[in-house]
């Protein structure tokens, strides 16, 4: 479970194979361990023999995953029911995870990321980030990348995600009015957004996390 990933990946035995741990701690095990094929996303990986959790949490729908192996996933939802939560939890470690973006090393760079944090429903094009970057739209681009480990455009729909949900537990703001506070201008955008981000849609989240 969680980190306990490292100790296992210390003795080679996760090689070759794909392993959930905490999304805060998966960067650093796959640099530690390049063998090893790190899933950030997923509560429960399973790996041939091997069966890994995200968090400490995870732990219950791990042990229920293996009771659905072992015995079958009636018997698993039957548990579940009885503790009071899921098999296999809608969204995975995405919807846990705020941006997971580095901070860049160039101050125009630091520059560009508190805009786009600080004005998510703002003008975010890349050619409109460049001008106030003072830079070339390709230079941009490839600094981004590098230094944030993303492009532009996926640090923008993160941030723009980030506050969307915030504003889905925080206020009672309809799912059209939020998609236009965030910057994604219509529901349907929004919808897409969470999907791809989060792994789950917006009134879902709202429903789970307020």
């Known amino acids: 479970m969680c980190t306990g990933a490292f100790l296992l990946a210390g003795t080679g035995l996760l090689n070759g194979r794909k392993i959930a741990t905490h999304w805060q701690y998966a960067e650093e095990l796959a640099a530690r361990h390049p063998d090893v094929k790190v899933d950030a996303r997923d509560t429960v990986v399973r790996d041939g023999p091997v069966t890994t959790a995200g968090g400490v949490a995870c732990g219950i729908e791990l042990g229920l995953a293996l009771v659905e ?37 160039s101050a125009a760079l630091r520059e560009t990321q508190r805009l786009i944090l600080d004005h998510p429903a703002g003008d975010l094009t890349v050619r409109t980030l460049s001008r106030h970057a003072g830079l070339s739209e390709r230079h941009l681009s490839r600094l981004f990348r590098a230094q944030v480990g993303m492009s532009v455009r996926e640090y923008v729909e993160q941030a723009r995600v980030a506050f969307a949900s915030r504003l889905l537990t925080e206020t009672t703001d309809t799912p059209e009015a939020i998609a236009r506070r965030a910057g994604f201008g219509t529901e349907t955008t929004l919808r897409h957004a969470f999907l791809r981000v989060l792994q789950i849609l917006p009134l879902e989240y709202r429903e789970r996390f307020t």
């Open 69 to 105: 192996e072992d015995r079958d996933r009636e018997t698993s939802q039957r548990i579940a029911r009885h503790l009071l939560t899921y098999v296999n939890g809608p969204g995975g470690q995405a919807q846990f995870a705020e941006l997971r973006a580095r901070e860049a090393q």
